[in-house]
């Protein structure tokens, strides 16, 4: 399992989380946003959305499964691009 804490500058719009979302739910590994004792599926987009994650400055992801160094390269390099 790999735990991983980005800090976003800027809020994300609905457009930058379907693609978070569709990008990983390609990805075999179990990849939850962590906030406030709740849990969300990152696979979800309904599910990102109920957390409010349009709202928050730093996203704590955890991820665990066979490609998990893959998804947080990734999740990395996305929002990393949009601050």
Known sequence: MINCK???E??????????LTNKLEK???NIL???QGQEA??????????IGISY????????????EQA?????EEYLGSLN
Do not use: M, R
């Open 56 to 67: 928050l400055k730093v996203l704590e992801f955890k991820i665990s499964g066979d490609d």
């Open 6 to 8: 980005i800090k976003l």
């Open 10 to 19: 800027k809020e994300l719009d609905l457009d930058h989380i379907e693609t």
């Open 41 to 50: 599926n990152c696979k979800s987009l309904i599910n990102l959305l109920a």
């Open 33 to 35: 946003l962590l906030h």
């Open 71 to 75: 998804v947080k390269t990734y999740i």
């Open 27 to 29: 990805f075999n590994s």
